[in-house]
């Protein structure tokens, strides 16, 4: 038998997930944001799922080659572009879109030797202090690029730093405004949050990310639990021991936690080695058997203890969600101090994946 771990990728709530989001912007094309193994959930499991979508957003070559050769014949976007001159060649021969945001980029472009024109991504730098040009060089730069005869069309790009929480876009959209006052041709600025919450972003082409996979940019479920939007990724185990407390025993390395009282606990095959964040403290949610309950303890590699306290019929092989579709990883995300983001990229190559139609 193999460890009771693992992972469930519902191929549906993925499809739906994107077809929501056409809704939520009609009027732009969709750039599916698959970068990092599509968000941990392994893009050649997940990438036909998505191909109702506009174009693919990644960053590693190795990502675009793997679409191209499966067989994806739309638009591919590097979101950080080529990270070499050489790189231009592999950007020519498997037709890529890429983000120009640095002086060298452009010297590279005027030195390629292309078989056709590559499409540029030009960005700008509008307050998050990442990449690109800063609005004062936006028209000049873009001017240049129009004189060179390796570059095709010329789409002007930006990223909001705080579209998930109260600051908004204002700041950033009139950056981005008078950046592109005298310049014709599409736009792509909206991420996920701006794609949710600031519809005047939408623009040519949008850059969804992490709503394809039904966790909410915010770190808060509450902000999408209304959406329709649904997980994609459910992370089970089950229980693979059961133990009693006495009132002042204590669990787990380093002893962090001590019975006030007698309970049961349970012992989950899950921990830090498959991806489980080591930093989440006692009381970090936990669904089992239909009901919540929390963690108790440290983290340890391959394994974490429960409160049964709710759950008095659970028992050896009582199935536990970690995250999914009953406990939304944003909440196990906050109580662990980080965001979703996170622990769906950080998922260990270990853990087996089942796909669900
Ligand atoms: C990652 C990324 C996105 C998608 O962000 P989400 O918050 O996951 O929607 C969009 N644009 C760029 C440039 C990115 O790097």
Redesign the pocket.
């Known amino acids: 038998m193999p460890r009771s771990i693992s992972v469930t990728l519902s191929l549906s709530a993925l499809s739906q997930n994107l077809q929501l989001i056409r809704g939520f912007a009609p009027h732009s094309k969709i750039w599916s944001?698959v970068?990092a193994n599509a968000y941990g959930h392994g893009l050649s499991r997940i990438w036909k799922s998505l191909s109702a979508t506009d174009g693919f957003?990644l960053l590693d070559f190795n990502e675009a080659i793997l679409l191209r050769e499966s067989g994806w014949k739309g638009p591919i976007l590097l979101?950080e572009g080529f990270f070499s001159p050489q790189d231009l060649l592999l950007i020519d021969q498997y037709r890529l879109t890429t983000t120009v945001h640095s002086d060298w980029q452009i010297d590279a472009l005027k030195k390629a030797k292309v078989s056709q024109p590559v499409n540029v991504y030009l960005k700008v730098n509008s307050g998050m202090n990442r990449l690109g040009f800063l609005p004062s060089r936006i028209e000049a730069v873009w001017q240049e690029l129009n004189t060179i005869s390796q570059v095709g069309e010329i789409t002007l790009m930006s990223?909001f730093a705080h579209a998930d929480g109260p600051e908004g876009v204002d700041g950033q959209m009139q950056q981005i405004l008078a950046a592109g006052e005298n310049i014709a041709g599409p736009r792509s600025l909206a991420?996920?949050?701006a794609t949710l919450w600031y519809p005047h972003t939408h623009a040519d082409w949008i850059?969804?990310?992490?709503?394809l996979y039904g966790v909410s940019?915010s770190g808060k479920w509450r902000d999408i639990a209304d959406s329709g939007l649904q997980p994609v990724m459910r992370l089970r185990s089950e229980l693979i021991a059961c133990q009693t407390l006495q009132a002042g025993d204590r669990v787990g390395y380093s002893g962090r936690y001590r019975a006030a009282q007698a309970h049961r606990i349970g012992v989950v095959a899950c921990g830090y080695a498959d991806g489980y964040p080591r930093h989440a403290p006692s009381g970090t949610p936990v669904w089992i058997d239909g009901v919540f309950t929390t963690t108790v303890g440290t983290i340890a590699m391959d394994t974490m203890m429960i409160d049964l306290t709710p759950c008095p019929q659970a028992r050896i092989g009582s199935v536990v969600e970690l995250w999914g579709d009953n406990l939304p990883v944003d909440d196990v995300a906050t109580a662990a101090g980080t965001l979703g983001y996170e622990l769906l990229t950080a998922l260990a190559p270990r853990v087996p994946v089942i796909m669900i139609e």
């Open positions: 944001v970068k957003a979101l990223h991420n996920s949050a850059r969804p990310g992490i709503i940019p």
